[in-house]
C-alpha cells in the first residue's frame, strides 16, 4: 500500500485502491468521504471549524477551517466522479487534550457533525471527542477507516521559519 500522510490544513483525494491516506489528530478533525459506487474517496485535516467574525484570515490560512476544508474536498470528490448525494463520510479527532485550551475540540466535533447534517452527509462512523490523540487510516478506495488512540498529543508541525541572514555574529538577550 502507498501510504500519503496529511497535516493540519491539508487534504489528499484518490480512487486508487492501493492508497491509505493516514494524519495525527487532537483538537483537530479529520473527515473522510468517500463515493461507495464511485470508489474515490478523501481526507482532510483541519485545525479549527469556522473562523471567528472578526478574525482576519489570510487566503492561504483558509484550508485549515473546516468550512473551506469540506468544500475543497467535496469539490476534489466530484472532479474525480464522485456523485455528493452517495457520500458517506467518518469523523474523527476533537478530543480535549490540553486543560487549558478550553473545549476546542468539543467544538471542532460539534462543527464535523453539523456540516453533515446541514449538507446531508450521511456519518457511518464516528469517533469524535474524549481526552486522548488519534492516529487515522482510511483506505479511500474502500471507504474503510480506523482511529487508534495515541498515548502522547501528536507534534505540531509548523512551517520553517526564515531567519534574518547575518555576518555570524549571534547577540543573545
Do not use: W
Not at 492561504?60 to 457520500?87: F, P, T
Request: with cysteine.
Amino acid at each position: 500500500m502507498r501510504r500519503v500522510s496529511i497535516i493540519q490544513g491539508e487534504s489528499h483525494v484518490s480512487g486508487e485502491p492501493d492508497v491509505v491516506i493516514s494524519t495525527l489528530l487532537g483538537s483537530c478533525v479529520a473527515v473522510c468521504l468517500q463515493d461507495p459506487d464511485g470508489r474515490v474517496g478523501g481526507m482532510n485535516h483541519f485545525l479549527l471549524g469556522e473562523p471567528g467574525k472578526d478574525d482576519n484570515i489570510r487566503q492561504a490560512d483558509m484550508q485549515r477551517y473546516g468550512v473551506h476544508a469540506m468544500e475543497l474536498l467535496i469539490n476534489a470528490l466530484m472532479s474525480k466522479g464522485a456523485v455528493r448525494s452517495r457520500m458517506r463520510a467518518h469523523l474523527y479527532g476533537g478530543a480535549n487534550i490540553i486543560a487549558g485550551l478550553g473545549s476546542i475540540g468539543s467544538s471542532n466535533a460539534a462543527f464535523a457533525r453539523r456540516f453533515m447534517e446541514t449538507e446531508g452527509i450521511a456519518i457511518g462512523h464516528c469517533d469524535l471527542g474524549g481526552t486522548h490523540a488519534r492516529k487515522v487510516e482510511f483506505i479511500p478506495y474502500e471507504g474503510k477507516a480506523r482511529s487508534r488512540p495515541l498515548a502522547q498529543p501528536p507534534p505540531v508541525i509548523r512551517a520553517p521559519v526564515a531567519l534574518p541572514a547575518s555576518d555570524g555574529d549571534l547577540e543573545l538577550f
